[in-house]
């Protein structure tokens, strides 16, 4: 089932949490707690502090989010 009104964003990772919880800062310059999505989690997908991601947040509550997307890096 797609979830409804969702807002998009795409940011840096600042710091790595316990859990599998991060903290993110947005393009935009807010700082958000996020944590992983379950299919980046079944694929291994390696997210350390420095990676860009794109992260899904709700509309009711935009501290909170979850990061759906490793952006990679071309160089």
């Known amino acids: ?19 599998g919880m991060f903290r993110v800062l947005t393009d935009n310059g807010c700082q958000i707690l996020t944590h992983i999505s379950g ?18 947040l709700s509309a009711y509550d935009l501290t909170k989010g979850r990061i759906i997307y490793r952006i990679s890096n071309k160089s």
Request: net charge positive; glycine share 6%; aromatic share 0%.
């Open 1 to 19: 089932m797609k979830k409804q009104n969702l807002i998009h964003a795409e940011g840096l990772v600042t710091e790595s949490l316990p859990n």
């Open 39 to 56: 299919r980046i989690r079944r694929n291994s997908v390696r997210i350390l502090p420095g990676d860009r991601v794109k992260v899904e």
